[in-house]
């Protein structure tokens, strides 16, 4: 059986490791006015943007969430569905993947 691990403690880690990198930042999306947004909007340096719902393990997003997702994914981007520890990391990985490194823009890598 899986461990169970609360949606809180998947959001704080994958944020804390994406973030440190200081090539990507994970945005919390709160919104009034669009129900079913992910959890979190990441940017990688060099352009890439895309999603993650973060779950507690073993729960589905609601129907309102898959909808959103699916309008995103026709999109083009990219929307993870985060529930364990294995689909945390493999979303790590594929975000820390589409960073690009970018040498003509003045100023400091990126600090929160």
């Known amino acids: 059986m899986k461990e169970i691990i609360s949606e809180k403690d998947l959001e ?49 997003p609601t129907k309102i969430q898959t909808y959103i997702h699916e309008k995103l994914r026709a999109l083009g981007f990219t929307v993870f569905v985060i529930d364990d520890l294995e689909s945390r990391d493999a979303a790590i990985s594929f975000f820390l993947r589409n960073v690009k490194e970018i040498n003509n823009v003045p100023g400091k890598g990126l600090s929160l």
């Open 12 to 60: 704080r880690t994958f944020s804390e490791k994406l973030n440190r990198t200081k090539k990507v930042w994970v945005i919390k999306l709160l919104s009034t006015f669009i129900k079913g947004l992910p959890d979190r909007m990441i940017i990688c340096q060099g352009g890439y943007v895309g999603f993650a719902e973060i779950k507690t393990t073993g729960k589905k």
